[in-house]
C-alpha cells in the first residue's frame, strides 16, 4: 500500500508540472505530433526493444520535449517494476532494492536518449539532415543501452552477477559483449525506425 502510494504520489506531481510544461509551449505544438510519435514509437518497439519514440520526440519536438518524454518512459518502467516485479526489478525500483541509486538508472538513461537524440540531430541538421537523423537515432539509442549496463555494473555488479549465476569477474566482458552485439544490432534496427518515422513527422511538423 505504501508503495502504490508512493507511486500515485510521484505520478500525481508529475501530471502537474507537464501540464504547466505543455500550457508553456502550448497544447497544439506539443500534444499532436506526440500522439503521433509515440503511436509510431509503439508500433516500432513491437520489433525492437528500444526507446524508439523517446528518440523520434527528441529529434521531432526538440531535445528538451525528448528529455521529457524519456522521463515519462522512466517512471512507466519504474511504475511497471514496482507493481509487478521480475527477478531483475531491484535494478529499477528503488521500492525493490531500497537503494537511491535504482531510481538514478530507471530515469536518468531514459531521459538523456530523447536529449542526446535531439542535441546530435540540432548539430548536424544544417549541414546534412538525413545525417543527423541517422546519428540522433543511434547515438540516442546506444545512449540508454550503455548508461544502463554501465549503472548495473558499478552500483549493483554483485547482486546481477548473482542473479545470472556468473562470477564478478567475468561480469564486465559479459556486458561489453551485450553492448557490442545487441546493443549495436538494436541501435542500428532502431535507427532505421527512426530515421522513416523522423522523415514524414519532420515534414508535418514542419
Known amino acids: 500500500a505504501i508503495v502504490l502510494g508512493v507511486v500515485l504520489l510521484t505520478a500525481s506531481v508529475v501530471s502537474v508540472v507537464s501540464g504547466k510544461f505543455i500550457d508553456r509551449i502550448g497544447k497544439t505544438t506539443f500534444v499532436a505530433p506526440a500522439s503521433i510519435i509515440m503511436l509510431v514509437g509503439l508500433i516500432g518497439m513491437f520489433f525492437v526493444r528500444t526507446s524508439v519514440t523517446v528518440i523520434i520526440a527528441g529529434i521531432v519536438i526538440g531535445k528538451k520535449q525528448g528529455a521529457f518524454v524519456g522521463l515519462v518512459f522512466g517512471l512507466c518502467s519504474l511504475f511497471t517494476n514496482t507493481i509487478t516485479p521480475t527477478v531483475s526489478s531491484f535494478i529499477f525500483s528503488p521500492f525493490i532494492s531500497g537503494s537511491f541509486f535504482s531510481l538514478i538508472i530507471v530515469l536518468v538513461p531514459r531521459i538523456l536518449i530523447g536529449y542526446v537524440a535531439g542535441l546530435i540531430y540540432e548539430m548536424i541538421k544544417n549541414k546534412n539532415e538525413t545525417l543527423g537523423i541517422i546519428s540522433g537515432s543511434f547515438i540516442g539509442g546506444l545512449t540508454n543501452t550503455i548508461l544502463v549496463l554501465l549503472g548495473i555494473y558499478l552500483i549493483f555488479g554483485e547482486q ?3 542473479m545470472l549465476n556468473m562470477d564478478i569477474n567475468v561480469l564486465l566482458p559479459y556486458i561489453l559483449g551485450i553492448v557490442s552485439t545487441q546493443g ?5 534496427l532502431g535507427s532505421i525506425i527512426s530515421f ?3 522523415k514524414v513527422l519532420l515534414k508535418l511538423y514542419k
Open 160 to 162: 546481477y552477477a548473482a
Open 184 to 188: 549495436l544490432l538494436e541501435a542500428i
Open 196 to 198: 522513416m518515422a523522423s
